[in-house]
């Protein structure tokens, strides 16, 4: 059972470069989110995808943009890198937790992107 | 004040000693709260979670809520270097994950000494 999938592992790009970052669960899990860990800053959520079809925006949506592709795939797009935008990037996938009105999340094992 | 305020460490200590982590937040709201443990280069993974206050003790691992105080801990007992890991408290209120209301501390990181 794969989980959560995340590709690229590693990425280099330079500033104003664009690139997706693609995300894939086989879970059945209806929400996915995106977040970027940053030294000293923490998990920080950019969107999230509540269902098939809905997106929002999270804690630090500017500079990204999301597709919900179907239920398993939720891409992050970077459409003008800036330096900035140097972090590690995790997709996570939530499921309820039993008998309460809170989820789990399943995070996949990142992308280290680097911006120049 | 940030919502969740969490020392980074490092935080390094010898095998089998206890280890406390804490959590510290200004939200009232929050009524769940959770700890997540993440290896190097890995991604975070749920490790406990409790409802309110009260707590909850799974193996060597007890985690403690006192709301009155705001305040969270998670304890280690007979500590081991597979323990060796950065560990996040997460907080929420009624409703979390899909709504988007995790708040993440910004994780301590343990290492645990052979």
């Known amino acids: 059972n794969a989980g959560v999938t995340q590709t690229p592992k590693f990425q280099v790009l330079k500033t104003g470069q664009s690139m997706t970052l693609q995300c894939a669960q086989d879970?059945?899990?209806?929400?996915m989110y995106w977040y970027r860990q940053d030294p000293g800053m923490g998990l920080r959520l950019i969107y999230y995808?509540?269902?098939?079809?809905?997106?929002d925006k999270g804690e630090v949506p500017n500079g990204y943009n999301v597709s919900r592709l179907n239920k398993r795939e939720f891409s992050l797009r970077l459409e003008s890198a800036a330096p900035s935008q140097t972090s590690v990037y995790f997709c996570?996938?939530?499921?309820?937790?039993?008998?309460?009105?809170?989820?789990?999340?399943?995070f996949g094992s990142g992308t280290q992107l680097s911006v120049l | 004040q940030k919502e969740v305020e969490q020392d980074p460490g490092p935080l390094s200590v010898p095998e089998g000693a206890i280890v406390s982590l804490n959590c510290t937040y200004s939200?009232?709201?929050?009524?769940?709260f959770m700890w997540y443990r993440q290896y190097s280069r890995k991604g975070p993974e749920l490790l406990m979670y409790?409802?309110?206050?009260g707590n909850k003790e799974d193996g060597r691992f007890t985690a403690q809520v006192d709301k009155s105080s705001k305040y969270i801990s998670l304890f280690i007992r007979d500590s081991q270097p597979s323990d060796s890991a950065t560990y996040l408290c997460a907080m929420s209120g009624n409703y979390g994950g899909s709504q988007g209301n995790l708040i993440f501390g910004k994780g301590t990181k343990l290492s645990v000494k052979p």
């Open positions: 409790t409802y309110s206050s």
């Open positions: 995808s509540a269902s098939e079809g809905t997106t």
């Open positions: 879970m059945n899990h209806n929400s």
């Open positions: 939200n009232s709201a929050f009524q769940y």
């Open positions: 996570a996938s939530s499921e309820w937790l039993s008998g309460t009105t809170n989820e789990k999340l399943f």
